[in-house]
Nanobody, 123 residues
């Protein structure tokens, strides 16, 4: 049984930092691209960062580029999202996901999801 479990969300002031973690189990983690999505109230779920099998290639949405860093530790079956210089508009539920096939940008390309972790940035 595949499980993705996120941790690290919380309440932070604007300009602060948080580090999210996503622990995976139940499949050979290192074979899959991983991504972080977020969904704010009333908005669609958007992909904000992804990382390839080895961690050598990453992609960021323009909204987080230069502030967020995705990384992975295949020995620990964990993917991370370091979030710096947080803004109130970063407030959302953050999800990690394991890619199955197709476009890395769309949710339907991912077959397993974490339960989500709330990030709230106060102004």
């Amino acid at each position: 049984q595949v499980q993705l479990v996120e941790s690290g969300g919380g309440l932070v002031q604007a300009g602060g930092s948080l580090r999210l973690a996503c622990a995976a189990s139940g499949r050979p983690f290192s074979r899959y691209f991983m991504a972080w999505f977020r969904q704010a109230p009333g908005k669609e779920r958007e992909m904000i960062a992804n990382i390839n099998w080895s961690g050598s290639n990453t992609y960021y949405a323009d909204s987080v580029k230069g502030r967020f860093t995705i990384s992975r530790d295949n020995a620990e079956n964990t993917v991370y999202l370091q979030m710096n210089s947080l803004k109130p508009e970063d407030t959302a539920v953050y999800y990690c996901a394991s890619h199955l096939s197709g476009s890395l940008s769309i949710p339907s390309s991912y077959d397993y999801w974490g339960q989500g972790t709330q990030v709230t940035v106060s102004s």
